[in-house]
């Protein structure tokens, strides 16, 4: 059974910075992993992904020049640093992952975890 943590998640202030991590287990090979998030009242979007040696990172726009994805294998992990956080980055993050792509729809992640809240202040 493969198992997807999300953590990290609080309540910051506009301007500052936030880490959130991911934990996998039981899983034998990955394509893609990613960070989404969604809003109350809002559809879930793509935020990162991450291929599955690390080398290459796809960003939304919202998040280019912010955000950073990075992935340690040997601990199968990701993590997602944001830099520069906005009201409009509220939201409820989940971490995926999944075997194929396009990275950058959720109908290409097979598990997800529960997601964890991010409130920004301004």
């Known amino acids: 059974q493969v198992q997807v943590v999300e953590s990290g998640g609080r309540s910051v202030e506009a301007g500052t910075s936030l880490k959130l991590s991911c934990q996998f287990s039981?899983?034998?090979?990955?394509?893609?992993s990613g960070w989404f998030r969604q809003a109350p009242g809002e559809a879930r979007e793509f935020v990162a992904a991450?291929?599955?040696?690390?080398?290459?990172?796809f960003y939304a726009d919202s998040a280019k020049g912010r955000f950073l994805i990075s992935r340690d294998i040997a601990k199968d992990t990701i993590t997602l640093q944001m830099y520069m956080l906005r009201p409009d980055d509220t939201a409820v993050y989940y971490c995926?992952?999944?075997?194929?792509?396009?990275?950058?729809?959720?109908?290409?992640?097979?598990?997800w975890g529960q997601g964890t809240q991010v409130n920004v202040s301004s």
């Open positions: 995926a992952t999944g075997q194929r792509g396009p990275y950058d729809y959720p109908s290409s992640y097979d598990y």
């Open positions: 991450i291929s599955w040696n690390g080398e290459n990172t």
């Open positions: 039981g899983r034998a090979f990955i394509l893609y």
